[in-house]
């Protein structure tokens, strides 16, 4: 079981959709040239939004799926507190910098840490529809998450999926972003991706309205354009847009 840094990011408004996977990737260079104290990172996804879902080369819908976001961030550690590393001042003074190139704001302003929960599966595959939960009204935090682990789907209920996890979270979200907790539903290819969340299958319709608030929650189905370990089913890294 690992701690968790997950972001959901915006790009930098000057930043276009096809330009932003480069973008994000050159910023992840750019990082990784500091020395990183603690971090002791076990993995590292950084996932765009796929900005054209398309099925057998045609266009689709993604019901409830975010347009206003671009992209998650899921670095996994076996330390809580250091999850994402300890840097000297002037070097994180520098990466923040450099963030304001590729995000629209500073990324601890849209961070959230958490603790996970493998619920099935294996290593993450090429793409995920991520879900950012804010708990629906008059559910406590403790019957949220018991309602949550009681209600987890199985794999074969999502077809293509070859990983489900739950993230609770351990700190109180930034300012803005109401959430409870983070799950992530791997698949092997983004087109397996878009065809889940394009469904919408009754019964995953029944389990969000039953735990979560659909106008403060956020979906994401996202494409994997850098990370490590390597996704065996991956491939090379590159978004749809």
Sequence with gaps: MDYKLIYLAQRNPAVSPQDWP???RSHAAFAAKFPVLDAQITGLYYCSRIFEPALDGAPVALPGATREHDGVAVI??????HVGGTLA????????EDELRVFRIHTPNFSFRCKEVLVEGGAPGG??????LARKPGLSPEAFLARWRETAPTLAAAAGAVRYVQ????????????????EETWF??????????A????????????????GRSVTIATDVIHGWPRPASAGGFGATA
Excluded at 127 to 132: K, L, S
Excluded at 167 to 182: Q, R, S, T
Excluded at 199 to 214: C, F, I, N, T, V
């Design 22 to 24: 480069r973008a994000w």
């Design 76 to 81: 996994s550690s076996p330390f809580g507190v």
């Design 89 to 96: 001042p002037e070097d994180r003074a520098r990466i923040l």
């Design 127 to 132: 793409a995920a529809v991520v879900r950012f």
């Design 167 to 182: 993230n609770a979270l351990i700190e109180p979200p930034p300012p803005g972003y109401p959430f409870d907790g983070v």
């Design 188 to 197: 092997a290819t983004a087109e397996d991706a878009v065809r889940f969340l």
């Design 199 to 214: 469904a919408q299958p009754p019964r995953e319709r029944a389990r969000l309205g039953a735990l979560s608030d659909a």
